[in-house]
């Protein structure tokens, strides 16, 4: 049985130089993907597109523990998803820009469109 999604010979077009170049343009996305590919961490983004919040009302809000709301605000600290401020001892955290809210969205929309 022949695969179609397969050439039947080994024969690339001659002009693709210029869309070579281009795949440079989304080196290190699958990072971003990659985090929001955990469900909680999608969740910490999303509450906190609606407001500013402290870990343990993150970890109230979630049913999870401190330490592991904890990580995973590490994480998207690292990728500049979200920021902090302190107000004293407490910490308070909200998205970097509002990028990773239209992202949200976006994907949003993508998955009622196919309800």
Known sequence: ???NDLCDTFCPSGHLEHLKDRVLDVAGLSEIFKVL???TRT???YLLAHQ???????AALLDTSLPAVSHH????K????????RDGKMVYY???DEHI???IREAQAHFAEGR
């Open 1 to 3: 049985m022949p695969n």
């Open 37 to 39: 590919g955990d469900e």
């Open 43 to 45: 969740k910490i983004l």
């Open 52 to 58: 500013e919040l402290c870990v343990c009302d993150l």
């Open 73 to 76: 605000l590490r994480l998207l």
């Open 78 to 85: 690292a990728l500049r998803l979200v920021k902090y401020r």
């Open 94 to 96: 909200s998205l970097d």
């Open 101 to 103: 809210l239209n992202l």
